[in-house]
């Protein structure tokens, strides 16, 4: 079966660092283009950021473009967010999601204040 | 960066067919179509319908999804309590290269 865990999630302080990490299973990681999509408390889906299967192609948000790196290791199965000069709107769940959105992990929770 | 509209709720009865529409335009929804996903409470996403209009399997075929010019459909028939969720559609955007989101769509079975 396809899994997606992910983890690092947890309080930070506003202008603080973070990395994230999701971990594949059940599927062939390296095929696949992966995406970070967040979720504000009591707010809809927002995509965050996508890296690609096989051309190495990265895009951002424009609300995260130049603080968020995505990066992923396909030997480790894994695909990480570094999340740098944390804002309180940066407070969300994270989900890792396949490809075109086609499987969500269970997210982890990032939560930005003093 | 601009996204994908959809009705905020839609309420029928028990049995009914509801209809939840997504509206974008011809460098998103147009292009390439609109994936559906159905999230709970505390619950993360599932996808019900691929960009192409079909299903995973295991979804009811209750839930259809179509796509007409830059607006796509998602219409579940025969409404079931458990069918009491949110609803969003998403498609990637040629010219933004972005996946876009709609703004969810509460449905409510009376």
């Known amino acids: 079966d396809v899994q997606l865990v992910e983890s690092g999630g947890t309080l930070a302080q506003p202008g603080g660092s973070l990395r994230l990490s999701c971990a594949g299973s059940g599927f062939k990681f390296s095929s696949y283009g992966m995406n970070w999509v967040r979720q504000a408390p009591g707010k809809g889906l927002e995509w965050v950021a996508h890296?690609?299967?096989?051309?190495?192609?990265?895009f951002y948000s424009e609300s995260v473009k130049g603080r968020f790196t995505i990066s992923r290791d396909d030997a480790k199965n894994s695909l990480y967010l570094q999340m740098n000069s944390l804002r309180a709107e940066d407070t969300a769940v994270y989900y890792c999601v396949r490809g075109a959105l086609d499987f969500w992990g269970q997210g982890t929770l990032v939560t930005v204040s003093s | 960066q601009a996204g994908l509209t959809q009705p905020a709720s839609v309420s029928k009865g028990l049995g009914q067919t509801a209809t939840v529409t997504c509206t974008g335009n011809k460098n998103n929804v147009g292009n390439q179509g609109a994936a559906w996903l159905q999230q709970f409470q505390g619950q993360p996403p599932k996808v019900l319908s691929y960009r192409n209009n079909s299903r995973p399997s295991g979804i009811s075929e209750r839930f259809s999804a179509s796509r007409s010019g830059n607006t796509a459909s998602l219409t579940i028939t025969g409404l079931q309590p458990e069918d009491g969720a949110d609803y969003y559609c998403?498609?990637?955007?040629?010219?933004?290269?972005?996946?876009?989101f709609g703004g969810g769509t509460k449905v409510t079975v009376l």
């Open positions: 890296f690609s299967g096989s051309s190495n192609t990265i």
């Open positions: 998403s498609a990637w955007d040629n010219d933004l290269t972005a996946w876009l």
